[in-house]
């Protein structure tokens, strides 16, 4: 339903974010255009354009990326679910994330994730990611190719992983670091 309501192919693949410069959604672009997926998948782009995001839409234009390249802009979260379940993939190869949600709401909708192999990406994907370098865009579109290859992604682990990084369990763990703090 909601892959109709957007105009979807059963094939995708999944960005959620701003669409900027500090996602890397140009590159991201770039990256798809070099990939072998291009040809049996669509790229979603769900977010609205945002700092230096115009250098996405040049991206699309020069790779003639117009009918496989979809930009929905700002996605209610009633929607976010279905379309992390339904797509194929998450690409989230970002330059900057302060904690990357992205990655744990594709993981608890059991989609796998390819992300960047810096920042906090890593620390939050775990075992259950594909790791890319976000500055190689030939990388990138290998590591797009081998995710829609892959044969192996265990979406229920990846659920189950993602379930441990909650507000509640973090805020335990705060309050144990503040009462260890006090009765030093």
Request: proline share 3%; hydrophobic share 40%.
């Amino acid at each position: 339903k909601v892959r109709r309501h957007f105009g979807l192919n059963k094939n995708y693949l999944l960005f959620v974010g701003s669409i900027s410069g500090r996602k890397n959604t140009a590159g991201l672009v770039e990256a798809f255009a070099k990939s072998k997926a291009k040809n049996d998948y669509e790229m979603v782009f769900a977010g609205s354009i945002s700092y230096m995001g115009e250098h996405t839409l040049e991206a699309i234009k020069r790779n003639n990326l117009g009918e496989k390249v979809k930009i929905l802009g700002y996605v209610e979260n009633e929607h976010l679910a279905a379309l992390y379940s339904g797509a194929k993939g998450f690409l989230f190869p970002t330059f900057y994330e302060g904690f990357g949600f992205p990655i744990l709401e594709s993981m608890l909708c059991e989609t796998p994730v390819l992300t960047s192999n810096i920042g906090s990406a890593p620390e939050i994907g775990g075992e259950f990611s594909r790791y890319v370098d976000p500055n190689d865009f030939q990388a990138i579109a290998d590591g797009i190719d081998s995710l829609v290859e892959q044969n192996d992604f265990n979406g229920a682990l990846a659920r189950e992983y993602a379930k441990r990084f909650s507000w509640e369990t973090s805020a335990k763990k705060m309050l144990r670091i503040y009462e260890k703090l006090l009765n030093e």
